[in-house]
């Protein structure tokens, strides 16, 4: 059974940083296009930062400049680098890995709270 599974998050103070982390079990996560999304409480689940098979990335606007995704595919890990977190950053964050239109894994998600 495919597993994604998430890591990383935390409670840090605004302005403070975490780094997420998203290995795999049974699928090998450089040829997937892989994505992080996050789900604030009563709100959708929106996409926040993505990486092509190629390397090529995207990001919402509101975590342009503050997080990076990147990828270990020696590790066969994608890492989400969040820097200076606001309130706004709260959420549940989950990991998407996708193969065209045929397949999609979600990990359970890992809890980021921005308070002080």
């Known amino acids: 059974q495919v597993q994604l599974v998430e890591s990383g998050g935390d409670l840090v103070q605004p302005g403070g940083s975490l780094r997420l982390s998203c290995g795999a079990s049974?699928?090998?996560?450089?040829?997937?296009?892989m994505a992080w999304y996050r789900q604030a409480p009563g709100e959708q689940r929106e996409s926040v930062a993505d990486?092509?098979?190629?390397?090529?990335?995207n990001y919402a606007d509101s975590v342009k400049g503050r997080f990076t995704i990147s990828r270990d595919n020696a590790k066969n890990t994608v890492y989400l680098q969040m820097n200076s977190l606001k309130p706004e950053d709260t959420a549940v964050y989950y990991c998407?890995?996708?193969?065209?239109?045929?397949?999609?894994?979600w990990g359970q998600g890992t809890q980021v709270t921005v308070s002080s």
């Open positions: 998407n890995a996708k193969l065209g239109t045929t397949r999609s894994y």
């Open positions: 049974r699928i090998t996560l450089n040829f997937y296009d």
């Open positions: 990486i092509t098979k190629g390397g090529r990335v």
